[in-house]
């Protein structure tokens, strides 16, 4: 499989807990993008990559959420002491940098916590 | 800050009729306008992207146009047919090189 692929798919954990989404790119793409989305709404930004340099984070993320791309390949996203609120669709795209070309995602990490 | 606003949130058409989604957008120096099919329980997917080049794209029954001066694109369904129903986003590019996607029409076409 050549797309972006995300693990795990599904994630139940309880509140207070951490946990760490992985997500490999298409192999020459070097922008990474992480979303979320909650039922109904549009994938909200939460950061990006353009390889390994993390550009911007979002301002509405909490300190509890990380991300990385050490070595400009896969991500990694995680959520500290987790809160119910936190439950969503994680989405991971991906691009090539020149001409603002197409991102392509991930099927996505759906959390849950309870 | 950069900021895409999509209308209407809820769309429903009758099989065979045009349907049309309304974008705008707050960057003046966004320069890549996508839009995306998500459909229930599955991953957003490109349908047809516009750059701020040209005015106009067509890929058989879509269309996308782009006013540049008002800042605003629209998504246009020629011929609606029942599997066109989905979540449907625009997206644009602005000077950081982040993708912003708006909220999302609910389109539903009616056989």
């Known amino acids: 499989d050549t797309g972006v692929s995300q693990d795990p798919r599904h994630k139940i954990t309880k509140r207070g807990q951490n946990v760490t989404f992985r997500c490999d790119p298409i192999?020459?793409?070097?922008?990474l993008y992480w979303y979320r989305q909650t039922l109904g709404q549009g994938p909200e930004f939460l950061t990006y990559f353009q390889n390994e340099a993390q550009l911007e984070k979002s301002r509405l993320l909490s300190d509890r959420f990380s991300a990385e791309r050490p070595k400009g390949s896969f991500s990694t996203l995680e959520i500290q002491r987790t809160e119910q609120g936190d439950s969503a669709m994680y989405l991971c795209?991906?691009?090539?940098?020149?001409?603002?070309?197409?991102?392509?995602f991930g099927q996505g990490t759906r959390l849950t916590v309870v | 800050g950069e900021n895409v606003e999509q209308h209407p949130s809820t769309l429903s058409v009758q099989e065979g009729d045009s349907a049309v989604i309304k974008c705008t957008y707050s960057?003046?120096?966004?320069?890549?306008f996508p839009w995306y099919k998500q459909e229930l329980g599955k991953r957003p997917q490109l349908i047809i992207d516009?750059?701020?080049?040209?005015g106009e794209k067509k890929d058989q029954r879509i269309a996308v146009t782009l006013n540049k001066t008002a800042k605003h694109f629209s998504l246009h369904i020629t011929e609606t047919q029942p599997e066109d129903s989905a979540v449907y986003f625009c997206?644009?590019?602005?000077?950081?090189?982040?993708?912003?996607f708006g909220s999302g029409t609910r389109l539903l076409v009616r056989p």
């Open positions: 192999s020459e793409h070097n922008r």
């Open positions: 997206a644009a590019i602005g000077s950081s090189y982040k993708l912003i």
């Open positions: 795209a991906s691009s090539l940098q020149a001409q603002n070309t197409e991102a392509f």
């Open positions: 516009i750059r701020s080049n040209v």
């Open positions: 960057d003046s120096a966004s320069n890549y």
